[in-house]
């Protein structure tokens, strides 16, 4: 891992009638930093107490962004092993590519539980030099597409299982420079679970007598995650 950055969003959506007065704190605060509220917190109470103080507007709306603070990369719990080779010495020539995707046995996340981490949404973009006429690519898991205009390819696995994903293929060049080595972008996410042992610890409602339905769901899902094929 070369550089990692972690950022997270709270997304509520409120059904309470009246003016409920809402209270949220969270496990170790501390980690968090550089926050952007909704209009409806309390910005002061936050900066003093690190809770999260609001009247919240009815239906779905984004209560919070922010940047976790970590003392070191975070370390995903997938891993792709990449292997591109080109052979253009008369200027025309061919390539081979060959792509592993993994679960790792540990990670930076942290589950609330001790069941089994679910890697799930698994998709690879996979841009290919311009010197790559076409190509012909085969995949053991999911459905890989290519196409010639962009010279992308899609990689689309979904959950992995004990089965590891591999591509494997060959390119036909139509000479130019071999040389571009661009990297690819790897998507997916993992429900429940949360990076530095961020989670919601309560929320309080005062204001209003009724006692609400209260209910959290925590994913982390992967950024602008980039797999360097040089």
């Known amino acids: 891992m070369v550089s990692s950055e972690v950022t997270g969003m709270v997304q509520a959506n409120s059904r309470l009638s009246g003016i409920p007065d809402l209270t949220m704190t969270f496990i170790d605060p501390d980690v968090i930093d550089d926050c952007s509220f909704h209009p409806c917190v309390r910005y002061n109470r936050f900066e003093r107490d690190r809770v999260v103080s609001f009247v ?11 940047r976790v603070n970590t003392k070191a990369n975070v370390s995903a719990p997938i891993y792709c092993q990449s292997q591109v080779m080109f052979n253009d010495s ?12 993994g679960q790792k046995p540990t990670s930076s996340l942290i589950m609330p539980s001790k069941g089994t981490m679910a890697i799930e949404e698994v998709a690879l973009t996979i841009p290919f030099p311009k010197a790559v006429r076409t190509t012909n690519l085969t995949v053991n898991v999911g459905t890989c597409l290519y196409d010639e ?17 591999q591509l ?14 661009p990297p690819i972008q790897l998507h997916w996410k ?14 309080q409602l005062t204001n209003e007598r009724y006692r609400p339905y209260k209910g959290v769901r925590t994913i982390t899902r992967s950024g602008k995650f980039q797999v360097r094929t040089a």
Do not use: C
């Open 56 to 66: 919240p507007p009815d239906g779905a709306f984004e209560l919070m962004r922010y």
């Open 190 to 203: 993992v429900p429940m679970a949360s990076v530095s042992g961020i989670a919601i610890s309560s929320l």
């Open 90 to 101: 008369q200027n025309t020539g061919y390539g081979r590519i060959s792509i592993t995707v």
């Open 149 to 165: 205009a962009t010279k992308v390819a899609k990689w689309t696995i979904g959950k992995l299982s004990s089965k590891n994903p």
């Open 168 to 181: 494997t293929g060959t390119m036909v060049l139509q000479g130019g420079n071999t040389d571009e080595h």
